[in-house]
């Protein structure tokens, strides 16, 4: 008779792949404004 398998916690391979999907993609949406946000901040007043 085999034991029942033990559930480990954690994440599966899927669920990290589609968290850095997903940070992939607004790591690409943020980056080009980088320039733009900074540019910006330093012309106002503090």
């Known amino acids: 008779m085999k ?10 391979l899927v669920e ?3 968290v850095m999907a997903v940070l992939g993609v607004i790591a690409a949406i943020l980056l080009p404004r980088f320039p733009v946000i ?3 901040r330093g012309k106002r007043p503090p």
Do not use: H, S
């Open 38 to 40: 900074i540019e910006t």
């Open 16 to 18: 990290l792949l589609i």
């Open 3 to 12: 034991k029942p398998v033990e559930k480990r916690g954690g994440f599966t």
